[in-house]
């Protein structure tokens, strides 16, 4: 089935440091929704958007619906160890009710 | 229940025995999905059931794969002569009325020896 590109598919960095990844597709979204997945866990939903152009906070997390509505992008500002985990976007079409999921980003964060 | 609910968490089991795994949704969510996620990959779509709709089975990967819902309540994912490449975690997620969030379970992970 179609997935979401997402990128970088890994990254490696210091606690502290800040993070972006991103979410693209050809087709246009209505939904995009942000998840964190942990080893033998299923995916925690951390972030939702419902507009484009929206930018939605939490904690140290924060998302925005891309203006084309075909991206969404997550930041994570002062990396702690316990962000460490796969993170998934995942959007919903005007039509249909399937969400496709990206193919994730694994995250390591080094004391 | 207050979260999605899977059993068994693991299973093993031999190429060709049939396997079913079980979904307690979120009271009162009347959206259903299936997805496998295979290891270190993403989550590939299998079903998805909508109250009392006829539910959409396309990403079901063969006729060997069927999932059955009463009502809006527990649905059970059937695997039939299960094949090695059906060795994948399998999660169920469900999601209330008109809202956009997607509520996911902790998965079955199943082995096909």
């Known amino acids: 089935g179609q997935q979401l590109n997402q990128s970088p598919q890994s990254m490696f960095i210091q606690e502290g440091e800040d993070v972006s990844m991103n979410c693209t597709s050809s087709?246009?979204?209505?939904?995009w929704l942000w998840y964190k997945q942990e080893p033998g866990e299923g995916p925690v939903l951390l972030i939702a958007?419902?507009?484009?152009?929206e930018l939605t906070s939490n904690g140290r997390l924060t998302a925005q619906f891309g203006i084309t509505r075909k991206d969404s992008f997550l930041n994570i500002s002062a990396s702690i160890p316990s962000d460490v985990g796969i993170y998934f976007c995942?959007?919903?079409?005007?039509?249909?009710?399937?969400?496709?999921f990206g193919t994730g980003t694994s995250l390591t964060v080094i004391p | 229940g207050a979260g999605v609910s899977q059993s068994p968490s693991n299973k093993v089991t031999e190429k060709g025995k049939d396997v079913e795994l079980r979904c307690d949704p979120i009271?009162?969510?009347?959206?259903l999905y299936w997805y496998r996620q295979r290891l270190g990959q993403g989550l590939e779509f299998l079903i998805y059931?909508?109250?009392?709709?006829?539910?959409?089975k396309s990403g079901l990967p063969s006729d060997r794969f069927s999932a059955e819902r009463t009502g809006e309540s527990v649905s059970t994912l059937t695997i039939q002569r299960t094949q090695q490449e059906d060795s994948a975690v399998y999660l169920c997620?469900?999601?209330?009325?008109?809202?956009?969030?997607?509520?996911f379970g902790s998965g079955t992970q199943l082995s096909v020896l």
């Open positions: 995942a959007g919903r079409k005007n039509t249909g009710n399937q969400f496709y």
């Open positions: 958007l419902y507009k484009a152009g």
């Open positions: 059931f909508q109250g009392n709709s006829a539910p959409d």
């Open positions: 087709s246009i979204f209505n939904t």
């Open positions: 997620a469900s999601r209330g009325g008109s809202s956009e969030k997607l509520f």
């Open positions: 009271s009162g969510h009347t959206a």
